[in-house]
């Protein structure tokens, strides 16, 4: 009998020391938060630098226009990795540590933060990302030159090709998930 309640007392010990090794998980918790608040303010002072560069730029305001709207885009693609990181660290802490009682306020709808799987949490990274990228595609595209009728229809076919992208996210974002609602028009209802 004594054999028996030492293993069962080394389980417990063992047990108790992986559980306990989620608590790791603060560190990348940590180290996003610092990162979300480093790229927030290099956000603002990309976009401080492209306002004040207008103001600098007297009567060729317009001629220049691209290059400060550039650098505001730079500034919000900026904060859109953040908000990435953001996301994680919120998703890292509910997943791993513990649900954060703040933000469960049930007079309040706001569920953006709110994780409960792992693949949740990939969709929601995922989505942002792909923000992220539209808007790098949209900083690229106002610095572009357009010097052909090809230049042109390869601009057409990438706008095409976001929007048809961001539409099928969208669906199978309703139709993963069901807390959200389908689209307009798409009620698949199985009441009777």
Do not use: C
């Amino acid at each position: 009998m004594k054999p028996a309640r030492r293993q069962k007392k080394l389980e417990q010990i063992v047990e108790f020391s992986l559980w306990n090794t989620r608590f790791l998980t603060i560190l990348p918790v940590f180290f996003g938060l610092l990162s979300v608040l480093i790229l927030f303010l290099l956000g603002s002072w990309e976009i401080i630098e492209g306002v004040m560069e207008y103001i600098h730029l007297g009567p060729e305001k317009t001629k220049y226009a691209s290059k400060v709207i550039g650098g505001i885009i730079g500034g919000i693609d900026l904060y859109l990795i953040g908000i990435v990181l953001l996301i994680f660290s919120f998703g890292i802490y509910e997943l791993f540590i513990s649900k954060i009682d703040v933000g469960r306020n049930p007079e309040q709808e706001i569920r953006i933060l709110e994780i409960k799987s792992l693949d949740q949490l990939k969709d929601k990274i995922l989505k942002v990302i792909v923000m992220v990228l539209v808007v790098s595609f949209f900083k690229q595209v106002i610095e572009m030159e357009i010097k052909t009728s090809l230049d042109l229809l390869y601009l057409a076919i990438s706008i095409f090709l976001i929007a048809g992208s961001s539409y099928l996210m969208q669906i199978s974002g309703h139709h993963a998930s069901p807390d959200h609602p389908l689209p307009h028009g798409s009620d698949h209802s199985t009441e009777k």
